[in-house]
């Protein structure tokens, strides 16, 4: 076993870590405190050719592994994760989808502005009363001559505000229950699509969330992504891609709390020494640089199995599960060594820990996870 990155990799983390820390960690504060998208962040990870890193040549992409995809989402998040949070959906639910489904004549004009960053990328799923039960669609796609009518409603939709379109699921044979489930490729300009952005949230304030709604909005027949019925199976095939970016992301976060306790905890004095010198404090700081390890790990090796093309749903799980969890016990241990200063937002781990908690619930929630790997496990 190599455990090794490869030349490509190292050159990614260094380029992505170098620029995160020059121009993304920079601002990071002051876009939390205001909830400024970061435009300018994406128009150089754009210049950059970050923004279709996995994704093939021919449509304006690296052809990059899903290893590196997972590198770029830590090293953002470290030091900010709403850019960590948009990039990764931006790859792995706006672009995977058309990458994955898509036709050749969808991905020239659907996928190329997403590896280029003239759109972000997006994909419409959890609806009000569709969470967890993502079978329970109630948006709906009627075939009309030559286009399809949707109507329904979208909630938590990440980036959709800066989308050119994306791919939205909807039921079009209510008698097949999920295997009457399918996704088409919605333009965010259409007559009768509007876009809300309104959410007041715990955290990751700088990303992008919005409520989509969709009034008898037409789309060509060809729009249909994949095959009719389809849709259902596609989007948990997207979902595995994308908990390995929630996964990346919890590395990442945790990662930066750490950072930042372990440098305060060298630099703070008390009873006449360093905090690092206490035992207590030592302990704390040694099981968040392993519980980090053991989740880089996980997630690389879910990583890996996804580009070998082998079966990766499990791994996937437990990366994302271990993860999440993971950062937010780092981030409250990140706290409690600030003392005091780790409630005030100068000191930002309490950034880093309100962010943190929504990778416990996106791409589905824990209780999911251990849903689907005690499937996986033959329960």
């Avoid at 286009?147 to 938590?156: A, L, M, Q, R």
């Avoid at 959709?160 to 909807?170: E, G, P």
């Avoid at 007041?200 to 095959?227: C, D, F, Q």
């Avoid at 035992?279 to 704390?284: D, E, G, L, N, Y």
């Amino acid at each position: 076993m190599n455990f090794d990155l490869t030349k490509e990799q190292e050159m990614i983390r260094k380029l992505v870590r170098d620029f995160a820390d020059a121009e993304v960690a920079t601002g990071a504060d002051e876009r939390d405190r205001t909830g400024e998208f970061p435009k300018e962040v994406f128009a150089k990870l754009a210049e950059l050719g970050i923004m279709g890193l996995p994704f093939p040549e021919q449509y304006g992409g690296g052809e990059a592994d899903t290893i590196s995809f997972a590198i770029v989402v830590e090293e953002l998040s470290r030091v900010c994760a709403s850019t960590g949070i948009t990039y990764s959906a931006h790859i792995s639910l706006g672009g995977a989808p058309l990458n994955l489904f898509g036709t050749h004549e969808q991905k020239e004009k659907y996928l190329t502005p997403i590896c280029t960053g003239e759109s972000l990328g997006a994909f419409g799923l959890t609806e009000p009363n569709a969470g967890s039960d993502a079978g329970g669609t109630q948006t709906t796609a009627v075939l009309d001559g030559d286009e399809w009518v949707i109507n329904g409603s979208k909630c938590f939709i990440t980036n959709a505000s800066y989308a050119n379109h994306l791919a939205v699921t909807a039921v079009t044979d209510r008698s097949k229950g999920i295997n009457g489930i399918s996704a088409f490729i919605v333009p965010t300009n259409a007559p009768g699509f509007t876009v809300i952005d309104n959410y007041e949230k715990m955290g990751l304030h700088a990303s992008n969330t919005t409520e989509l709604i969709m009034e008898n909005v037409r789309v060509p027949k060809e729009n249909l992504l994949g095959t009719d019925g389809n849709g259902y199976k596609q989007f948990l095939a997207t979902l595995d891609g994308g908990r390995i970016g929630i996964a990346a992301m919890g590395v990442g976060i945790a990662q930066g709390a750490y950072e930042k306790a372990l440098q305060y905890a060298k630099e703070r004095k008390q009873f006449g020494k360093s905090l690092s010198n206490f035992q207590a404090i030592q302990f704390k700081l040694a099981d968040m640089a392993m519980n980090i390890e053991l989740a880089r790990n996980m997630v690389f090796k879910a990583a890996w199995l996804k580009d070998q093309g082998r079966v990766f749903k499990k791994e996937a799980a437990y990366a994302k599960l271990f993860a999440s969890e993971m950062c937010m016990r780092a981030c409250d241990q990140a706290v409690q060594i600030h003392g005091g200063y780790g409630y005030m937002k100068e000191y930002q781990v309490e950034r880093f820990f309100r962010d943190a908690k929504l990778l416990e619930i996106g791409e589905g929630t824990s209780e999911v996870q251990r849903m689907v790997i005690a499937k996986q496990i033959g329960c």
